[in-house]
């Protein structure tokens, strides 16, 4: 039984530059859950989808955007990438209530 | 503002002893609260989780206690285990008309052979 895949397991990107990072949640979880995880901090959350809409946002700047996918799929795209980007980017599913997550390994991003 | 606090950065303990990981929040709208273990190149994994009507859940060598009026959670782990090395993250939900869980910034624990 698949669990979460993020695709890619890492990256490296110029500023300015813009990211989309991918995931696929386990079988059977239609919602997707975005977190950031700082060097030294605990995950922050980004947003959650579902029924291919943002379905809360945490408090991250526009330039921080989603899609989810008929297949529940998810993308999460960064714009404008800053020096304070650079993080672990865990992707989450979970069952519509939410909660319950299964995470991914995450994708390690670093803005140079 | 840091809604739940994990002030132990860091932890050792011998192998067969008790390991107790420490957790605070400040938001008395948190009522249900998970613990997540986290490996090196991993994503988190779910531990344990208690709910607000509960003061303390079981489960095998975990057990998480839930003190409401002093807003304190601790984990506690009998008897640790070399494999039980890793960073534990404390995480805090309202489950009503919120989808997101507050993370602490994580304890590395280190059991010791």
């Known amino acids: 039984d698949a669990g979460v895949t993020q695709s890619p397991t890492h990256l490296i990107k110029t500023r300015g530059q813009q990211v989309t990072l991918r995931c696929s949640p386990k079988s059977g979880h239609d919602t997707v859950s975005w977190y950031q995880q700082a060097l030294g901090q605990g995950p922050q959350f980004i947003f959650q989808y579902y029924e291919e809409e943002e379905r809360q946002r945490g408090n991250f700047p526009d330039r921080f955007s989603g899609h989810q996918f008929p297949n529940y799929s998810s993308e999460l795209n960064v714009n404008a990438l800053l020096l304070g980007d650079s993080a672990l980017y865990l992707c989450?599913?979970?069952?519509?209530?939410?909660?319950?997550?299964?995470f991914g390994s995450g994708t390690r991003l670093t803005v140079v | 503002d840091q809604q739940v606090k994990q002030n132990s950065p860091s932890l050792s303990v011998q192998e067969g002893r008790i390991s107790i990981l420490n957790c605070d929040y400040t938001n008395s709208m948190f009522d249900y609260f998970l613990w997540y273990k986290k490996y090196p190149a991993e994503g988190p994994t779910f531990l344990i989780s208690?709910?607000?009507?509960?003061d303390k859940n079981e489960d095998g060598r975990f057990t998480v206690f839930l003190n409401k009026s002093a807003k304190h959670l601790s984990l506690h782990i009998v008897p640790s285990q070399p494999g039980d090395s890793a960073v534990y993250f404390c995480?805090?939900?309202?489950?009503?008309?919120?989808?997101?869980?507050?993370f602490g910034t994580g304890t590395r624990l280190k059991v010791l052979a």
């Open positions: 995480a805090a939900s309202s489950q009503s008309g919120t989808y997101k869980y507050i």
């Open positions: 208690i709910s607000s009507i509960k």
């Open positions: 989450a599913s979970s069952e519509s209530t939410g909660f319950g997550y299964t």
